[in-house]
């Protein structure tokens, strides 16, 4: 995935992705790119109106942030995907569009307003509970506890890149399913490749009781374990 992003090639997000944001109150930038009496009729909630024929003139509106998660909707996804790469190119990291746009939306029993939209953008990355520092996190990798897992929550085409020794692969896709894999008398430290998965794996551990830290940074896993973490 992150050699996927770098090259620029369009990423999807699900409705359930953008659900657990909201749900979980994380930060991120809502964009609505259809015509501005399309989207007053009825749109997402948090969203922010920039119609597909302005946003080339819109860069100056979005977050300092480079790695601010960008989620952009409409109702085709070839538009949303245009809209992707004028924003992808811009260097927002985690740019992704809503598959499906505002009709998967609207199946899976989203909630939808109606009503003028905001304009301006709001982004404020909030302190993260949970988080572990990157130097604490290489030290405990170097030579994991016994009383400590490192769970690795990206999917498992992206562990075939290379893994971390001796951790453990949860898609966070699954976690909620396979908590019982999970022991709770140990600390357990969640990383994916942006910190993204990570801190939402940390919100369900944490819901259900676990002892749990997250790395707040991007990983890049090459076989045999080596690794590179970059600062969000």
Known sequence: MPEWKKQGYPVASTVKYL???ISKDIPH?????????EAE??????????????LAKAKKLFPKQKNAPIIIYCTKDNLSQKAFD?????????????????????????EVLSG????????????????IGIEEFKKITGKIPPNVIILDVRDPEETQMGMIKG??????????DRLNELPKDKEIIVHCATGMRAEMAYNILKEAGYNVKFLD????IKKGGKYKITEN
Request: hydrophobic share 35%; net charge positive; aromatic share 6%.
């Open 217 to 220: 940074a991007s990983i890049q």
């Open 41 to 54: 009729k009825e749109h997402i909630k948090g969203a922010v109106n920039i119609p597909l024929d302005e």
């Open 19 to 21: 659900q657990e944001l």
């Open 29 to 37: 930038v809502l964009v609505d790119v259809r015509p501005k009496q």
């Open 116 to 131: 003028q939209l905001k304009k301006e953008i709001v982004y404020v990355p909030k302190p993260k509970p949970g988080t």
């Open 86 to 110: 004028i924003v992808r190119k811009w260097g927002y990291i985690n740019t992704s569009y809503l598959e499906g746009g505002i009709d998967a939306w609207k199946k899976a029993g989203g």
């Open 167 to 176: 951790a453990k692969n949860i898609p966070v896709n699954e976690l909620k």
